[in-house]
């Protein structure tokens, strides 16, 4: 497997240089999925933009997702003619859209996508997340037909989490890419 069949994609804002993303793309030579504007995300920009990417890619395809990412993913996954090229996605940390702080910046993105995903995903949530409740994550994981993963108090799962490279996300992505890559 290629390293940029491995698609990186940041939440509202892009990942800073401290965030387990950006370590990834470094790491690993991921490719992260750049966006024109980070700061004011417009869903059919962000959808559009991510239908380029992987049309660019040759071979089975992987999603790393993170915060508005995942929401991004389920949008996509419902509009894409492509959906068949994704093996798996690991969705980190979804941001609730739909929650009253984000109504006025992050407007374009509700109704959040509720279809099951038609790829293999497993979604890692916090229990102390300020940009989604236990609840909600757990939520979004039955819909889309993720496996769901408790990571504990771990905030936004963010570079604020100081997690630096962290190693047990990148397991996670690992067992993805094996059991896609056996067929199980």
Known sequence: ???NQVLILPGWQGCGPL????KWVQNYAYQLVEQHDWMRPLRGDWLSRLDEVVSDVCGPIYLVA???GCIQVAAWANISKQTHRVKAALLVAPGDVEAPAFKDVLSSWR???????????????????PH????????????WGSDWIDMGPKG???ADSQLGDWPEGHDFLNQLMKVEEHGH
């Not at 965030?19 to 950006?22: E, F, G, I, L």
């Not at 109704?111 to 102390?128: D, E, M, R, T, V």
């Not at 236990?134 to 819909?143: C, I, M, S, V």
């Open 66 to 68: 993170h915060s508005l």
């Open 156 to 158: 936004h799962l963010n």
């Open 1 to 3: 497997m290629q390293p």
């Open 19 to 22: 965030h387990w993303q950006s």
């Open 111 to 129: 109704p959040i996508c509720l279809k099951p995903l038609p790829f293999k995903s497993i979604l890692l949530g916090s229990q102390n997340d």
């Open 132 to 143: 989604c409740t236990l609840e909600r994550a757990q939520f979004f994981a039955k819909l």
